[in-house]
């Protein structure tokens, strides 16, 4: 029987910028080391764990399957350790690794092209979307979204009118932790719901601006090491998306447990259930009042391995 071919991916912890980054804001990102690894071997035909492609479950590994042409039915194996609907890019990684895994057995690995494939299969699967996520796991490390090229650019992406130019982003070693609600949030109708409300509202118009020069204020308080500014933004970013509808009381819950101990804090990625992150530096004691209140606290590093082929 033929050696699979394999690739991981990592999840992602967006730190500043979630939701309006789909309008062209900026947004800062980590990819964390949680990682999804996506398996490949020649079979009789297409099964994803041993199940049918078709299955709900794999629409975004079904759409890397079509975009990537092989000829040849395959066998893949999904294993992660990102919780899905957890607000920490467990669709971006699976999409990533997938078109990862597929790329190495065409010899084609090239991660521009794979983060802009991965885009679209978002965008195709989601609805509206941004490339933070997929860009994320594609590049790995801190990545931060401008509308503009700066230095340190890893590439562009263009949709409509907007326009994405990524960058490598170097962040300070930091353990962030993680409170998961619980509660499976899909991604698809929350940015759709932001997109209504700034289509009928110029006050949540001026909040996606808001929340942009907030996460360039954040990058600079990040980078010189001032958590203090650091996490004062991330508490005005959490008022923000709570105002934009995103939110969610037990995400409030966990905040406001986690804040006790922490610079500052709010929710991760989509809202309206997912996870909140925190910016502390004493971790137990903040977990352990994210578990108090009935979240489920992790420890998270920045990972800066984006996709790999896996030997
Ligand atoms: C989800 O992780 C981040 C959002 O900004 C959506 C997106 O950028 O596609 C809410």
């Keep these: 029987m ?3 071919v394999a690739a991981s991916a990592p999840g992602k912890l967006i730190l ?13 990102c980590t990819a964390i080391d949680l990682r999804t690894e996506v398996f490949a071997r020649p079979h009789a035909e297409w099964l994803v764990d041993g199940a049918s492609l078709d299955d709900p479950k794999y629409r975004y590994v079904k759409a890397a399957v079509r975009r990537s042409r092989m000829e040849n039915p395959l066998w893949l194996e999904i294993r992660s ?34 983060a802009r494939e991965a885009f679209e299969i978002e965008h195709e699967v989601q609805g509206r979307a941004s490339p933070i996520d997929t860009s994320t796991a594609t590049a790995g490390g801190g990545v931060l979204v ?15 009118t907007r326009r994405w130019c990524l960058h490598r982003c170097p ?26 409300r700034v289509d009928a509202s110029p006050k949540a118009a001026s909040m996606v601006r808001e929340i942009g020069h907030i996460t360039m204020d954040g990058l600079v308080a990040l980078q010189r090491n001032d958590l203090v500014a650091a996490g004062r933004l991330m508490d005005q970013d959490q008022g923000l998306l709570d105002e934009l509808g995103v ?23 989509a809202g309206g259930g997912g996870s909140m992150v925190a910016l502390t530096d004493e971790p137990e004691r903040t977990a352990q009042a994210i578990r108090d209140v009935g979240g489920r606290p992790f420890l998270v590093h920045t990972d800066p391995v984006g996709v790999r082929r896996m030997p």
């Design 81 to 114: 350790m990102i919780p899905t609907g957890a607000g920490l890019g467990s669709s971006a990684a699976v999409t990533v690794a997938a078109l990862g895994a597929l790329a190495s057995l065409r010899g084609a690995f090239d991660p521009p092209a794979i």
């Design 247 to 269: 939110g969610h009381p037990m995400l409030d819950r966990l905040v406001t447990a986690a804040r006790k101990s922490s610079y500052g804090a709010k929710l991760t990625g």
């Design 2 to 4: 033929a050696a699979p």
């Design 146 to 160: 401008r509308p503009d090229e700066g230095d340190d650019l890893l590439w562009t992406i263009t949709r409509d």
């Design 171 to 196: 962040l300070p070693e930091l353990t962030f932790v993680i409170g998961y609600t619980g509660i499976g949030a899909a991604t698809g109708p929350l940015v759709a719901g932001v997109k209504e």
């Design 16 to 28: 500043f910028g979630e939701h309006a980054v789909v309008f062209g804001e900026p947004a800062l």
